[in-house]
């Protein structure tokens, strides 16, 4: 198993993603399907759960950043499958550490990401780091009025 089909293991199965069978499966041609599941997860939840919390979280850019990544077609399959499995950890509504507790409540989700982002920091490009500053400004503007 490659590092990055263990780390996105992990990361779903610590949020049960696995076990409502949104993780993928072992089973040959279901790992497509299960990143399918993943993705639409992600697109689904992602700006509703940042819009939330964006000025609560310390580490949004490299949070929209990651998310450039992981939708854009040309990166890597296993770099968006590490990246998806990330994302959908800061998703998820369960947590080792709610996200309501001042402080503390997004440390989980920090560690997860900033391991996901170790693992594939070069497929992160500048293209990815501008789009999230565009959006980060786009909220900043909204929460401003």
């Known amino acids: 198993m490659s590092i990055a089909r263990s780390f996105a293991a992990r990361a779903l199965a610590a949020r049960g993603l696995a076990a409502r069978g949104l993780g993928g499966g072992s089973r040959k041609g279901s790992a497509q399907s299960g990143f399918a599941r993943d993705e639409a997860y992600v697109r689904g939840g992602f700006w509703r759960k940042f819009e939330r919390v964006a000025m609560l979280i310390p580490f949004a850019p490299d949070l929209i950043a990651a998310y450039y990544c992981a939708v854009d077609r040309k990166t890597p399959h296993h770099v ?16 080792g550490i709610p996200d309501v507790m001042p402080m503390l409540g997004f440390a989980d989700d920090a560690a997860v990401l ?7 920091a070069s ?14 400004a786009k909220v900043s503007r909204a929460f401003a009025r």
């Open 114 to 120: 900033a391991g996901a982002i170790r693992l594939v």
């Open 80 to 95: 968006r499958l590490v990246l998806f499995a990330a994302l959908a950890y800061f998703i998820m509504p369960f947590d």
């Open 123 to 136: 497929h992160i490009t500048p293209a990815h780091r501008a789009r999230a500053q565009e959006a980060i």
